[in-house]
């Protein structure tokens, strides 16, 4: 081949044009998940530290509302509250979610492949109306409450004591723990087990020498996010707490903010940032305590066990206690909130059937706020799942698929918002529009405004749903793809995006649910007009009204059951092309 030969060969291929710089694009990304993770924060710390609210004159720099917050008898006890909640939902969950664990996979208990999927209906079920469910049964004067006490003069549970919602806590964040402690199991070498056993160990030897170490790292992961979650818990206290006077810290904000005769005081912006305090610190220390994880795995292939472990004369009372434990936590609360909805009353004294009236759902379709508010949560869970899932499926892949030099700061970005307390995010929001003239005017009392509190929020869950899937697609295509010539984007848009379509679906379904669920942010954003499902469930439920709380509940459960069947629809069609 000749000088001149070369001279006329073309450089690199461009076979796919280039439709976006690559560095101004992924620091756009970059910046808008910085910007929407962050932004809430500052104005809250702001407000926290003036003596007035932002919008009144005269307000200088003050700790005043710190000295308040720890003077105030409510708020200390409110925090006891909460830790003694935390704590012992925790260990309940952690204790059950393990067990059910070994259970399913590691045991020959009957049935175990169904009642393993059957442990995390409390995920899929909206948790007001999980909390509903509950009260209308076990609740002071619930069905089966006045059944057990009345009728059969036996004596009755609380429910409405920290045990008894530390139950319920320990019931709507076990499916954490189980499925924590069932990805280790499933990914665990089972031939140690095999081992023991062909040493003469029996089934409590097995479990205490290797099944149980296993886990240790799993339910400190799991125990930490727990523990963590329950700090912010909202609707057990406030549906449940109120009657006998229990206080925890969010519901204590919440009221302190509702019922002050100064209109959004910074004692609310003091006890939230009290609380992202300790919940960044519980972040930092769970990350330094998993630091040592990889001492507690395998450095074997993932095996199953050659035998399970054999569960002798208790196989059947197992059995029947989880299947006990799903139809009383989920199967029978839901029931209870059906009967709830459709009845005047629901009391021992007179049988449903004779009760039986359609007037609650006639008044969540006649009270025009309450008929707004599902048609606002279809448009906030449509366009919010759409929306979060583009910018996230973006920046995950930036995040872990690129050469981006802040590429390591955006998995701590895109995680940090779900371990941020909903309430938090609602007060930063709230101040953040008030404070920021544009688009904060535009954002305030809209919608739209609570669209953007309740995406941000809940990104970490479609974040968490495409990161794995992502790490199994090879970057050998991405590099194949730019030796032809392709810019990042374009490999982006026509390789790795479509191979990421079943986790998108996933992530697009699980940010539906959430959002159409999801309350927390929103309770100091909603104003009249602008009502969502669970913000009106709470304002009717504290008006003495639980029949149209609980059809609005079951509004919300159909809403998700839709969401789940149309994404199984589609998941078995795509099945079937490619039997």
Known sequence: MTPHTLAAAPATPRTLRRHLPTGPGQYLIWAAVAVLTLAPLVPLVITSLRSKPYYLPGGVFSTDAYRQLFADPAFRQAAWNTVVFALTATALALLLGAAFAVLVTRTNLPGRRRLGP????????????????????????????????????????????????????????????????KAVLDGADGTLEDAVRACGGGTVRVLRTVTMPMLRTALLDSGMLIFTLCLEILGIPLFLGRPANIQFIASYLYDTWSSSSIPDPPIVSAGAILLLAVASALLVVRGRLLRHAARYTSSTRATPPAHPLDLGRWRIPAAVGMA????????????????????????????????WSGANWHEIWADPSLHRAI???????????????????????????????????????????????????????????????????LLRNSLWGELLALSVRNMTLAYIVLAPALARISPELAKAAAASGASWWTTTRRITLPLLRPALLSALVLMFVTLVSDYDPVVFLTKPGTELLGTSMLQTWAKGLPGPVAAMALVQIVLVAAALSLSLGWTLRKKGRHA
């Open 324 to 355: 006990g434990f799903v139809a009383l936590t989920c199967v029978i609360p839901l029931l209870g909130l059906a009967l709830m909805s459709s009845v005047t009353d629901l009391t021992t004294l007179v049988a449903p059937w004779h009760l």
């Open 375 to 441: 048609t606002n949560s279809l448009i906030v869970a449509v366009i919010g799942s759409a929306a979060t899932v583009a910018l996230v499926s973006v920046a995950t892949v930036i995040a872990h698929h690129s050469g981006f030099r802040l590429r390591r700061t955006l998995p701590a970005l895109l995680v940090y918002p779900r371990a941020t307390p909903g309430i938090v995010f609602g007060v930063g929001f709230f101040w953040l529009f008030l404070i920021v003239e544009w688009p904060g005017a």
């Open 118 to 181: 059957a442990l995390l209906a409390p995920l899929l079920i909206p948790p007001l109306g999980l909390i509903v469910g509950w009260e209308s049964l076990y609740g002071p004067a619930g069905y089966l409450t006045q059944l057990w006490s009345q009728n059969l003069h036996l004596p009755a549970w609380n429910l409405t004591s920290l045990p008894g919602m530390s139950v319920l806590g320990a019931v709507v964040t076990l499916p954490i723990a189980y499925l924590t402690c």
